[in-house]
């Protein structure tokens, strides 16, 4: 068993494929054999984080979920523990496992009671109603979901108002292992996240729900256990991000070792009252610290910023001064409308280009800048990454916001097949996609980047990674259709940037407010 953190690259699976690898499993192994690894790992963990809980309240739920709940309550009880069970099922319709575990438990004197009982900060409550048994929706013919019912909605709510910590077994119940959306009827009353800890103990495989979306939230600290059965038959359907490899620099540097990137937005506040330059400014400063050579920066303000002197190392350009053409490009940050005017220059002369922001809006509302996009992505020797929000991702897709939220994976490889590049659709749990690529989620950050100006900044870092990696091409990859194609370039850039963004606002003060422009002078060179 382990503690899942962010210090290296984990495969993710979803149901489908954690449903084969339990078929293939529990046919090469004796009967129930599944079941009792998965509450004997249950009850390892209950015991490690409430080793002196007045009681241990293990909800159960009437499938095979709740089967490896009767199986911790039995290896807890028996071992002195006081445990207390609480079960959806009856022995004559429980899944055979989920009875054979009952019986297990009722020969061990197991105490089942109605109701939940009272709990206090010192208990434990375990989760082990639902877990993988969920999906927002399904043909008929291969899935039906659960229709919730009066008890297990009134456990869940016992569960989530209790002081008491939380451990759910595979899954927060109500939580879908695909998207880290919750099912209909099973959401929390507020998805803010809960006072008392929260763990979760994923078995066989890990899922990107846990990851993405509420999920964060609602799983808290992720542990996993294979339970003795590694994956190696399956594809991952995603991975989450480790962290990026980082050169050292060579003292036989310069400038120019680490590539140009110029900042094109920042309308001023002549053009609709509404003045946008610290958006591009941000964007420029994250560049900066992030280790690029030189940092360009070319307001859309007409002129009426001439100088930036708490930022002297920002190096002013007229638009039509930028030699597009051999420059790294982060286009959109604070451009307004003015930037519409700019872009399509931008997107047939750049060979690297991050889109964020205003950028995306304009081109989300104009089919001949979309057909300029797309015409990219068919080009090797161009790198684009996309950096949107769900609302300016759902422009793009001409979807609601929430359609892009209900499935944040689906959505960032749709926007990466559409436009052919790299997308990184910003949220809890970031996700990177590319075409023909597993995606990536992000396992860094947390609430203090819910502030403006912190996408301006990981789109400077955008900028700054897709810079430093043309710099330090391969011989002979910027040849078209060679192995290190651009596409891999751009994908590899946004998922580095994104993890170095988020665990950068990890290392800040908890309790203390983070500014994007703080949050700019943290990033690392490389």
């Known amino acids: 068993m382990q503690r899942i ?15 084969r690898i339990e078929s293939a499993a529990a046919a090469a192994l004796a009967p129930h054999t599944l079941m009792q690894r998965a509450g004997q790992a249950t009850a390892r963990l209950a015991l490690a984080l409430a080793p002196h809980a007045r009681t241990i309240w293990i909800a159960c739920g009437s499938g095979n979920n709740g089967g490896d709940g009767l199986e911790a309550a039995m290896l807890l009880h028996r071992s002195g523990h006081p445990v ?60 039906t979901p659960r229709t919730p019912g009066a008890r297990l909605l009134q456990w869940l709510t016992h569960m989530r108002a209790s002081a008491a910590p939380t451990l759910c077994v595979d899954l927060p119940s109500g939580l879908i292992a695909e998207t880290g959306q919750y099912a209909p009827g099973l959401a929390p009353a507020t998805t803010a996240t809960p006072a008392a800890p929260r763990h979760t103990l994923a078995l066989l495989t890990l899922k990107p729900g846990l990851f993405t979306g509420h999920g964060r939230d609602a799983a808290g600290s992720v542990w996993f256990d294979d339970l003795g059965v590694p994956a190696t038959a399956e594809l991952p359907c995603a991975w989450l991000a480790g962290p990026p490899a980082v050169a050292a620099r060579a003292h036989a540097s310069h400038k120019g070792s680490f590539g140009d990137v110029a900042i094109v937005g920042g309308e001023g506040l002549a053009a609709r009252g509404m003045g946008m330059t610290g958006a591009a400014l941000l964007a420029a400063s994250a560049a900066l610290h992030g280790g690029a050579g030189r940092v360009l920066v070319a307001l859309l303000d007409a002129g009426t910023l001439t100088s930036t002197p708490h930022r002297p190392e920002l190096m002013l350009r007229r638009f039509d001064a930028l030699a597009l053409q051999h420059t790294t490009v982060v286009c959109g940050c604070g451009g307004g409308a003015a930037v519409a005017a700019v872009l399509e220059q931008v997107l047939q002369q750049a060979p690297r280009l991050v889109l964020d922001a205003d950028a995306l809006n304009a081109i989300a509302a104009n089919p001949a800048l979309q057909a300029l996009l797309r015409a990219r992505g068919g080009q090797p020797d161009r790198a684009t990454v996309l950096t949107p929000h769900p609302l300016e991702a759902a ?32 949220g809890s749990g970031s996700v990177i996609a590319a075409p023909g690529r597993a995606a990536v989620i992000n396992p860094t950050g947390n609430a203090l980047l819910a502030t403006g100006g912190t996408g301006d900044v990981l789109a400077g870092l955008v900028g700054a990674r897709l810079a430093a990696a043309a710099t330090h091409r391969p011989d002979g990859a910027n040849a078209p259709g060679s192995a290190f194609a651009a596409a891999d370039m751009a994908f590899d850039a946004a998922a580095h940037a994104c993890w170095q963004h988020g665990e950068a606002a990890d290392r800040w003060p908890q309790g203390h407010t983070l500014t994007a422009g703080a949050l700019a002078s943290l990033l690392p060179p490389g």
């Open 5 to 19: 953190a962010p210090d290296q690259p984990h495969a993710l699976f979803d149901t489908a494929a954690t449903r």
């Open 84 to 143: 207390v069970v609480t079960w959806l099922g009856t022995p004559d319709t429980a899944p055979a496992d989920a009875r054979q575990s009952w019986q297990r438990a009722h020969d061990a004197g197991v105490p089942f009671a109605a109701e939940p009982p009272p709990l206090g900060p010192q208990d434990l409550c375990v989760d082990a109603l639902l877990g993988i048994g969920l999906r927002a929706a399904a043909p008929a013919s291969t899935h």
């Open 395 to 426: 422009r793009l897709l001409d979807t609601p916001t929430a359609s892009v939220q209900a499935d944040r994976l689906a959505a960032a490889h749709a926007l990466a097949d559409r436009y052919g590049c790299a997308v990184l659709l910003k």
